[in-house]
């Protein structure tokens, strides 16, 4: 088992996530984002306006009896993308890649901006109303058997590995660990009382997913925010030489101090793009399957507020995660990527041994709920009339038994299907990138 992922994790960082994906990332990227005419950066506004509009008008159904609220999947997919790689991925960049990985995050954000768009765009324009269900179903699965339509089984194959993606094994781990360890609770209990929320959550579907989120992400951004902004405010003064180190950092790499082994341009290059796709979920497809249920007929209206997400996502809370680690210095301990956030809000807060733990919980529950949904509607596209039995007892399966196992191979399964459905999805958007309209 041991030899298996260690070949899995050696896949992923050099080939998947590596050469392979992060080319495709950068290179789809900037041929949607000149053909899109770089809506993303000179747009940007409308599509907050646009937000804000969606948020005034929550009910706001455009004359369609179907579908979910748009602010209710914007906060699904959302919730889906602000994840534990906000904390503990993007952190990681930085304490192998060093400070100039930052530049290259946002650069791979940006890019991936226009991706989810398109992937969405797609997903809604292709989707499918269910007869006898209220809703709509869409998704890569959909739109992979339009791009491909003598290849019917590449759609199968992107819903079996959503499947496997959806099952987040990785932060239910972490989550598990962080609250057994720092509390001193059973294991077990501690097992069980994650799996009943987690169902509870997955039983209303997308909306019940988006209304929880709606909730836990808002408050959860905003606090993050403050507390960063407090201490970096606390430490101003070293701003300016800070961002200088970052510029240097991200085209020469960086050389060894403290407990940071040093890192040289291409590792920096590497470590920044990969946590930017990884934090972002760019190009995995499970955002698709989630904004295909709104109510708004026109697809370029929800996939819009993509643009947004991505923003909150990377340019605010990875930013925050990154300046907070940089200017407390804590980048250069030789310690766990996981408690660096902690080691540098515990200089300036109290109890964040008790923090912590409760805020991996949020990032950790919003992923796992929608991913655990995006999961059901694929296995239900493979297997109409058990599909979406048989993936309960899988996921409760799956959950209880990688609760037992090292985080390290989880993670290697994650990667590997994540990889994988990046490689798909964008193959599939770029033969379909004239069906996509980019306005905002």
């Not at 904004?291 to 923003?311: M, N, V, Y």
């Not at 804590?330 to 540098?344: F, G, H, I, P, R």
């Not at 979406?388 to 590997?416: D, H």
Request: a positive charge; hydrophobic letters at 50%.
């Amino acid at each position: 088992m041991h030899n298996i992922f260690e070949y899995l994790t050696n896949f992923n960082e050099i080939i998947l996530w590596g050469y392979l994906g992060l080319g495709m990332v950068i290179s789809f990227g900037l041929y949607f984002s000149f053909r899109a005419r770089w809506i993303q950066v000179f747009h940007f506004w409308t599509a907050c306006k646009h937000f804000i509009s969606c948020m005034k008008h929550s009910t706001y159904a455009e004359d369609e009896e179907h579908g979910v609220s748009p602010i209710k999947l914007f906060f699904a997919t959302i919730g889906g993308a602000i994840g534990i790689g906000n904390v503990a991925g993007v952190a990681l960049a930085i304490q192998i890649g060093g400070p100039g990985a930052l530049v290259w995050v946002l650069l791979v954000a940006l890019l991936g901006m226009i991706i989810k768009y398109s992937e969405v765009y797609l997903g809604i324009k292709y989707r499918r109303h269910i007869p006898g269900k209220k809703g709509y179903e869409g998704g890569p699965m959909y739109f992979l058997q339009k791009a491909f339509p003598k290849y019917t089984w590449i759609a199968y194959v992107m819903a079996f590995l959503l499947c496997i993606y959806g099952v987040e094994i990785y932060m239910f781990n972490v989550v598990k660990y962080s609250f057994q360890t720092n509390f001193h609770l059973n294991p077990h209990v501690v097992m069980g009382l994650f799996l009943i929320l987690i169902f509870l959550g997955v039983f209303g579907g997308v909306e019940r997913v988006g209304a929880i989120n709606t909730i836990l992400i808002p408050g959860f951004v905003i606090l993050y925010v403050v507390m960063t902004l407090w201490i970096i405010f606390q430490e101003i003064h070293l701003l300016p030489e800070l961002l200088k180190t970052i510029l240097k950092s991200a085209f020469t790499g960086h050389a060894a101090i403290g407990g940071f082994t040093g890192s040289t341009f291409l590792l920096t290059l590497s470590k920044g793009l990969s946590a930017g796709a990884y934090s972002g979920d760019i190009g995995i497809g499970y955002a698709s399957i989630i904004h295909s249920e709104t109510r708004f007929k026109e697809p370029s209206k929800q996939a819009s507020l993509t643009i947004l997400g991505i923003f909150l996502d990377t340019f605010v809370v990875c930013m925050c995660t990154i300046l907070l680690i940089l200017v407390t210095g804590v980048w250069k301990l030789n310690t766990d990527s996981s408690l660096l956030v902690q080691e540098a809000l515990s200089h300036y807060f109290p109890y964040m041994d008790y923090f912590m733990p409760f805020c991996l919980f949020i990032l950790g529950y919003s992923t796992i709920t929608s991913y655990f949904v995006a999961g059901i509607k694929c296995a239900d596209f493979i297997w109409p009339s058990y599909g979406k039995k048989f993936y309960m007892v899988y996921g409760l399966c799956a959950f209880i038994i990688f609760s037992f196992i090292e985080t390290r191979y989880a993670f290697a399964i994650m990667s590997t299907a994540g990889g994988l459905l990046m490689v798909i999805n964008l193959a599939g958007l770029m033969k379909l990138r004239k069906d996509i309209v980019y306005k905002v």
